[in-house]
């Protein structure tokens, strides 16, 4: 089992909340990414990292943004939840090479009211 | 930019038959990487294939095997002896060999089992 750990689990909040979604891993990934899921199932990236200090947004535009000051943590925050940010957020990291799987958390589900 | 196509939303097996998930995609890049990854319900999204594109022979694993056409742009995930475990989603992804390797995925397919 990859060891890769999202918290919290579920969250339901009211709008205009600044929330942070963490995401750990224990592997020595440089490579992290955080995608979007939407209720059709669809994923979307939103944001990448190849290492400390270095972020990039992905392909879907996304009001969150996240941060890289350790290699093992890729926290992404929302300064002000709305409805509209409701879904599942999934974290991955990865080995430096294309042909290693991304290994994935448990996602945190997120409902903003 | 790379797409991913699962045509199949849906699909449904009778337990120990065989199911066969449709996946195309789209790329400019000769060297890339292929996935199927597998998310049971409320639980975590695993591997359960890969394909090198340079290589010919397609990959199998255990009751799972791909038909990969690359010139078709085709990677299609055949389940065999089908189990009630195998319930999920099904995510066809690709990932380039360059740059910031990013998974690309398809629209997913919920595999039902039925019993």
């Known amino acids: 089992e990859a060891d890769i750990y999202q918290t919290p689990r579920y969250l339901v909040i009211g709008t205009g909340k600044k929330i942070t979604l963490e995401c750990s891993q224990t592997?020595?990934?440089?490579?992290m990414y955080w995608y979007q899921q939407d209720p059709g199932m669809e994923l979307h990236l939103i944001h990448y990292s190849y290492g400390v200090n270095s972020t990039e947004k992905g392909d879907l535009s996304s009001e969150s943004t996240v941060s890289r000051i350790r290699t093992e943590h890729f926290p992404l925050t929302l300064e002000s939840a709305r409805p509209s940010h409701t879904s599942q957020y999934l974290c991955?990291?990865?080995?430096?090479?294309?042909?290693?799987?991304?290994?994935f958390g448990n996602g945190t589900r997120l409902t903003v009211t | 930019a790379q797409t991913v196509t699962q045509s199949q939303p849906e699909m449904s097996v009778q337990e120990a038959e065989t199911v066969t998930l449709s996946c195309t995609y789209d790329t400019s890049e000769s060297d890339y990487y292929l996935f199927w990854y597998k998310q049971p319900p409320s639980r975590q999204m695993i591997l359960v294939i890969r394909?090198?594109?340079?290589?010919?022979q397609n990959a199998t694993e255990n009751r799972f095997s791909v038909n990969f056409q690359k010139a078709a742009k085709s990677f299609s995930l055949k389940i065999s002896d089908s189990q009630l475990g195998d319930a999920a989603m099904y995510f066809c992804a690709y990932r380039g060999y360059k740059g910031a390797q990013k998974l690309v995925f398809g629209q997913g397919t919920r595999l039902t089992i039925n019993p």
């Open positions: 592997m020595g990934h440089d490579k």
């Open positions: 394909q090198e594109a340079y290589k010919q």
């Open positions: 991955a990291s990865s080995p430096p090479d294309s042909y290693s799987p991304l290994h």
